[in-house]
């Protein structure tokens, strides 16, 4: 395997705790405070660095199902973290998320973990 994949690999697992810190925070408390949005924010940011670094170290076709999976959770885990940015902005620390607000982080994060399961799978059977 190449070595930016296994880098990549490394910290798509810093994000999978991050994000995973951030989501599951906001649904236990259901409050948009520092820990969430930082976490969040972190989450992100090691997402697109190791999506940039697995694609860099592919070998092959990048757009396969897993890349596709990855993509569209990436894209949601993004709307998610801008959601929370914005209740922050407009109500301030310690906002109170709403039931639509926590029903999405839900969905996005079981997304999310789905498509970092199946890169894991794909991982340990090749």
Do not use: E
């Not at 989450?43 to 596709?68: C, E, N, R, S």
């Not at 109500?91 to 970092?116: E, M, P, S, T």
């Amino acid at each position: 395997m190449n070595p930016l994949a296994i880098v990549g690999a490394f910290i798509i697992t810093l994000s999978f705790l991050a994000y995973g810190i951030a989501s599951i925070s906001l649904v236990r408390f259901k409050i948009i405070g520092v820990m969430v949005l930082t976490t969040m924010s972190v989450g992100i940011i090691f997402d697109i660095t190791a999506i940039v670094l697995m694609a860099l170290g592919a070998k092959g076709i990048t757009f396969t199902f897993h890349g596709m999976l990855g993509a569209i959770a990436f894209l949601v885990m993004l709307v998610d973290a801008i959601w929370c940015w914005k209740v922050f902005f407009t109500k301030g620390l310690d906002a109170k998320a709403r039931k639509n607000q926590i029903l999405y982080a839900k969905l996005a994060y079981l997304f999310w973990v789905i498509a970092y399961f199946t890169g894991s799978l794909i991982i340990i059977w090749r």
